[in-house]
């Protein structure tokens, strides 16, 4: 708006009248109308972006110390904004979390975004930055219960008893592709179980057996499932969506972000909340399963922030 009122301006200086005093008389018309305009035009965005703010809101706050609880200092040298930063350290992952579950609902947008840094270039600190979800009941929703290895529907061929620690299958080549997995039972094509929790041990094993395919568990099943039990093959690991921000953290503050709106069919996407999410909880890991800080490491986080833009 402002780029367009300067070139109107612009454009209203290259007319010409036949006399000085219309000339005058009528600049003076058009540049007071084109400030009219200007204002007008100005006042209009200020309410745009007020009902845009308005319609934001911050559902933690970082400085506010009775909605964390985890293994923290509070480092009052080394911030990015405020009076503090959390100075966090110990052994991979030690968390730091919100306390309370909060709400959600998929059809609004929301933003997760934290400042992260390490204290000391000589000793370098790694960190997540993530998000638990939760159902409808508050239980948690990890990656097993929502990651569907795609292509893997299938059925068992005989009964599986309580105590067994082997499972025969049809016959489907993409088992046999999957090294790591459990099986999701009761599992129909159109994903209406996730989040599943009726999940087996993880699997050992994935053998040819004849026409099926003979699946050994690393420990024994804790309930019976019949005959043309409906099946699919899961990733096997117990985390949530931890990964907004990773790796090893410069000595200056770097920005993580990630957006998420609307829910996923299946899978652990990072810009969509998993399937069956009613609630969730912030938080930050101290190191990286695959980058562990040394002893006397500290990862500064500062300006967490988790907000919703509803869509009303």
């Given at each position: 708006?402002?780029?367009q009122?300067?070139?109107?301006?612009?454009?209203e200086?290259?007319f010409?009248?036949?006399?000085g005093?219309?000339v005058?008389?009528?600049n003076?018309?058009?540049?007071?109308?084109?400030?009219?305009?200007?204002?007008?035009?100005?006042?209009?965005?200020s309410?745009?972006?007020?009902?845009a703010?308005?319609?934001?809101e911050?559902?933690?706050d970082c400085?506010?110390?009775?909605?964390?609880?985890g293994?923290v200092l509070?480092n009052?040298?080394?911030?990015?904004?405020?009076?503090?930063?959390f100075?966090t350290?110990?052994?991979?992952?030690?968390e730091?979390i919100?306390?309370?579950?909060?709400?959600?609902?998929?059809?609004?947008?929301?933003?997760?975004?934290?400042?992260?840094?390490?204290?000391n270039?000589?000793?370098p600190?790694?960190?997540?930055?993530?998000?638990?979800?939760y159902?409808k009941?508050?239980?948690?929703?990890?990656?097993?219960?929502?990651?569907v290895y795609?292509d893997?529907?299938?059925?068992?061929?005989?009964?599986a008893?309580?105590?067994?620690r082997?499972?025969?299958?049809?016959?489907?080549?993409?088992?046999?592709?999957?090294?790591?997995?459990?099986?999701?039972?009761?599992?129909p094509?159109d994903y209406?179980d996730?989040?599943?929790?009726?999940l087996?041990p993880?699997?050992?094993?994935?053998?040819?057996?004849?026409?099926?395919?003979k699946?050994m568990?690393?420990?024994?099943?804790?309930?019976?499932?019949?005959?043309?039990?409906?099946?699919?093959?899961h990733?096997?690991?117990?985390?949530?969506l931890?990964g907004?921000?990773?790796g090893?953290?410069p000595?200056e503050?770097?920005?993580?972000?990630?957006?998420?709106n609307?829910?996923?069919?299946h899978?652990t996407?990072?810009?969509?909340?998993?399937?069956?999410t009613?609630?969730v909880k912030?938080?930050?890991?101290f190191?990286?399963?695959?980058k562990?800080?040394?002893e006397?490491a500290r990862?500064l986080?500062?300006?967490?922030?988790?907000?919703?833009q509803?869509?009303?």
């Amino acid at each position: 708006m402002k780029r367009q009122i300067v070139q109107s301006i612009r454009t209203e200086k290259k007319f010409i009248f036949p006399s000085g005093s219309d000339v005058l008389a009528l600049n003076c018309y058009r540049i007071r109308k084109l400030l009219l305009t200007a204002a007008v035009s100005l006042a209009a965005l200020s309410i745009l972006t007020a009902n845009a703010a308005e319609k934001s809101e911050e559902l933690i706050d970082c400085a506010d110390l009775s909605m964390w609880t985890g293994k923290v200092l509070l480092n009052r040298e080394i911030r990015r904004t405020g009076v503090f930063s959390f100075e966090t350290f110990g052994k991979y992952p030690t968390e730091t979390i919100v306390k309370d579950f909060i709400p959600v609902n998929p059809n609004n947008t929301y933003t997760l975004s934290c400042f992260m840094r390490s204290q000391n270039a000589d000793k370098p600190a790694s960190g997540y930055l993530g998000l638990r979800m939760y159902d409808k009941d508050k239980k948690a929703i990890n990656h097993c219960n929502v990651g569907v290895y795609p292509d893997t529907q299938n059925e068992l061929t005989t009964a599986a008893n309580s105590g067994d620690r082997h499972l025969l299958v049809k016959q489907n080549p993409n088992w046999l592709k999957i090294k790591q997995a459990k099986i999701a039972f009761n599992a129909p094509a159109d994903y209406s179980d996730l989040p599943s929790f009726d999940l087996s041990p993880q699997v050992a094993e994935i053998t040819p057996d004849g026409d099926r395919l003979k699946v050994m568990l690393k420990s024994p099943l804790k309930q019976a499932y019949p005959a043309g039990t409906a099946v699919r093959l899961h990733s096997p690991w117990s985390a949530p969506l931890y990964g907004i921000a990773k790796g090893w953290m410069p000595t200056e503050w770097k920005e993580f972000k990630t957006v998420l709106n609307g829910e996923s069919e299946h899978g652990t996407p990072r810009d969509k909340f998993w399937r069956g999410t009613k609630y969730v909880k912030p938080f930050i890991w101290f190191g990286n399963w695959d980058k562990k800080p040394e002893e006397g490491a500290r990862l500064l986080v500062d300006d967490i922030r988790f907000t919703v833009q509803s869509a009303d």
